[in-house]
């Protein structure tokens, strides 16, 4: 039986990072993974694959129809899907070996098979040979992820009905897409294919797209979006998909109940969110606590209700992002260790890698409004911006809220074109309890797209330069 100070059960980016963090603070460490390669959702079938998808038809679009005003004239570009699919799984492996890499560079013992919890300082593995082996640990961090959300009575084939795990593997481009949720997830893959040209609808049981995140950037997100081509059947669900016929037949009726329409549709994609994913843990009969949303109950400390076991990630509350697990499992390895581990969840970016992107750290106007906070607010378009201009990327805006008596910036909402790497000022600023006064009196290069966030600090105090 093999003993170590840390068994970690998953190696997305949170289980493995917590590995590694964890090696080098000097501990012997081994993951638990069941599937064949290591890089759980977000390397395999999510974050990574998805980027490669939206870039690649980010850059067949811009070929069709953004070139030639450039004065670039080109052919009309011809898709190769199989070469695109390539070219995304050539991502993943690469990212995929880089995790087997820091593996062996930092001895971590790499264990396939199914880990369950049998007990504090106990994990049992059954490998896919039906063999089973034993581990004893000091501790064990619970860094299992999410699974997809499905919806009642709708069953995914991956084929016809996907999630997005299918989404990102179709093998043609279907005319008809319908997608079943209007967050994060389904508005980027709805993206990729609507560039390769499929007519997308967007189905949403709210009256909004992007729940969570600000209201006037979700609706000048959603403008933008119809211009592309999008068309939105908001405050509406699913609730039955006909797969007899050549084309799939949609049952949409009203959120608050009423007359039902059919929409015909070659694939439908259920992408209504991400549930924990604990199955066959043996968290119950370990002794493991769960809330009423399934997810495992933690401490500040992320520890469980039994002594030894931790859990970071999508498996716990909190915004199910790869970044928001990785510093948890940061934080684990070191309060471990000893040492002072910490995560600022109020200053955890968010990102939509659409076109343009959207992106957004802290607090949204309607949650200040909710806690009753008094705020400033400071927007920039991307339309008064140099850099935009030129290139003829306008769209969108930049947003900062201050607290209105202590210029603390509390919230940054960014619409347009590189708003993913644009946020980070913002969050390296409100770490450091900046101002908006601060931002605003930091030299920003020109001409940059970044300067509309200087403009958005000045606009906070009513004076910006260029609007």
């Not at 490998?127 to 919806?151: C, F, H, M, P, Y």
């Not at 495992?296 to 999508?314: L, P, R």
């Not at 309607?366 to 935009?388: D, H, I, M």
Request: glycine share 12%; proline share 3%.
């Amino acid at each position: 039986m093999a003993n170590y100070d840390l068994v970690v059960i998953g190696t997305g980016p949170g289980g493995y990072v917590c590995a590694v963090r964890a090696a080098q603070l000097g501990m012997k460490v081994a993951v638990v993974e069941k599937n064949a390669t290591l890089g759980g959702t977000c390397l395999n079938i999510g974050c990574m694959p998805s980027k490669a998808l939206l870039h690649a038809s980010e850059m067949f679009e811009e070929a069709g129809h953004s070139f030639a005003k450039m004065g670039v004239g080109v052919p009309a570009p011809k898709l190769d899907l199989g070469a695109m699919m390539n070219f995304k799984q050539q991502g993943i492996d690469g990212n995929v070996k880089g995790v087997e890499f820091l593996m062996k560079k930092n001895k971590i013992d790499v264990i396939t098979g199914k880990g369950k919890i049998a007990g504090a300082g106990k994990v049992e593995v059954a490998g896919a040979d039906g063999k089973a082996q034993s581990l004893e640990t000091k501790n064990i961090v619970i860094a299992t992820g999410s699974d997809v959300a499905r919806l009642k009575g709708i069953e995914i084939d991956e084929k016809r009905i996907v999630s997005s795990t299918g989404a990102l593997s179709l093998e043609k481009v279907p005319q008809k897409l319908l997608i079943v949720g209007a967050g994060v997830i389904g508005l980027e893959l709805g993206s990729v294919w609507h560039r390769l040209g499929a007519q997308v609808t967007v189905v949403e049981f709210l009256d909004r797209i992007l729940p969570g995140m600000d209201g006037e950037v979700a609706k000048q997100f959603q403008r933008i979006l119809e211009k592309q081509g999008f068309a939105f059947k908001l405050g509406a669900k699913v609730t039955a998909v006909d797969t007899s016929g050549k084309t799939l037949s949609v049952q949409v009726e009203p959120a608050a109940g009423g007359k039902s329409e059919t929409v015909q549709a070659d694939v439908v994609l259920v992408a209504i969110g991400r549930v924990p994913y604990t199955e066959g843990l043996g968290l119950k009969e370990a002794g493991v606590a769960l809330d009423d949303r399934g997810r495992v109950k933690i401490d500040s400390h992320f520890a469980t209700s039994v002594k030894g076991i931790y859990a970071i990630g999508d498996v716990v509350a909190g915004p199910m992002l790869a970044h928001k697990a990785e510093d948890e499992g940061v934080a684990v390895a070191e309060i471990l260790a000893g040492q002072a581990g910490h995560v600022n969840y109020d200053a955890i970016p968010g990102v939509v890698y659409t076109t343009p992107e959207v992106s957004a750290v802290g607090k949204t106007e309607e949650e200040l409004k909710q806690a009753g906070v008094a705020y400033t607010s400071g927007k920039f378009p991307f339309t008064a911006n140099g850099r935009s201009k030129v290139n003829q990327t306008t769209e969108g805006f930049v947003k900062i809220l201050a607290d209105a008596k202590t210029d603390r910036v509390l919230g940054v909402h960014i619409i347009g074109r590189e708003a993913g790497e644009m946020i980070h000022e913002a969050c390296v600023l409100m770490e450091f309890g900046g101002s908006a006064e601060d931002l605003a009196r930091t030299c920003h290069a020109h001409p940059t797209r970044s300067e509309a966030i200087k403009e958005a600090a000045l606009a906070v105090g009513k004076r910006a330069i260029h609007m």
